[in-house]
């Protein structure tokens, strides 16, 4: 027997805000170490990624927070956009150029843009009656993104990471997304697209949860999964959901 849900929480980055196509940021960061001076090319970014993103893994295994407050979130990206450049054979003063794609990627374009069905889907939710939100770790600006990218009004309310000193998959931050929702567990999905951050950490206080796999990164889940979040609108879809139209 199936829930019926009337609030639906979403994480932001690679569920909401994101690439088509599967090497969207290897092409964007060769772009930046161009203007930076240096010619590479996806294929080399995707590479250099192979090696960064294991060193990545490795940090968060040691529980090392990265999103509990608005200078750590930068300096967790900053990390991660200096390792490329040095993987990459940049040259000049990665850390300067870490921080000056942050700024550009981060700050000025609005991390990246939405996936195509992502404002239809959530106009299509909030017909029905469905209340949304937002549980993200993420940066302060994040109402300014959603703002940018014309998605901020669809949202009743926002948990983000980096202004309320707690961070995905800890327990605490979707009890408090709970409180924010103002309904009982069993009537709220959690939809996102990390199995640990995300999944793991919903299911940790009782939530259901969708993981958003758009190109086949956790062939391993044993949760409801979904590759677009139209498939969300698609009525016998997800087996034992459905949406309360109240």
């Given amino acids: 027997m199936g829930s019926t849900y009337n609030t639906i929480i979403f994480d932001v980055n ?66 991660f956009y200096q390792a490329l450049l040095t993987a990459l054979g940049v040259p000049g003063d990665s850390g300067q150029q870490a921080d000056s794609l942050y700024e550009r990627f981060i700050i000025r374009e609005g991390f990246m843009p939405p996936f195509n069905e992502v404002k239809e889907t959530l106009e299509r939710l909030r017909v029905q009656g469905l209340r949304l939100g937002i549980l993200s770790n993420f940066p302060p600006h994040l109402e300014d993104v959603l703002k940018r990218h014309g998605l901020h009004d669809y949202f009743d309310f926002f948990v983000v990471s980096s202004l309320v000193g707690l961070e995905k998959p800890d327990a605490a931050i979707f009890e408090l997304a709970i409180e924010k929702a103002g309904c009982p567990r069993d009537e709220i999905l959690y939809v996102g697209d990390d199995l640990y951050d995300d999944i793991r950490g919903a299911q940790s206080v009782g939530l259901t949860a969708i993981l958003t796999d758009r190109h086949n990164r956790w062939p391993e889940a044993d949760c409801l999964k979904i590759k677009s979040l139209s498939e969300l609108l698609e009525s016998g879809r997800l087996e034992g959901v459905a949406f309360s139209n109240s």
Avoid: N
């Fill in 14 to 79: 690679g569920t909401l805000l994101g690439y088509e196509d599967p090497l969207g940021f290897e092409k964007r960061f060769a772009v930046g170490c161009q203007d930076l001076g240096t010619q590479v090319g996806p294929d080399d970014v995707q590479r250099a990624m192979a090696i960064v993103v294991q060193q990545w893994s490795e940090r968060k295994q040691t529980g090392s927070r990265r999103a509990s407050g608005g200078e750590q979130y930068r300096r967790s990206m900053t990390w």
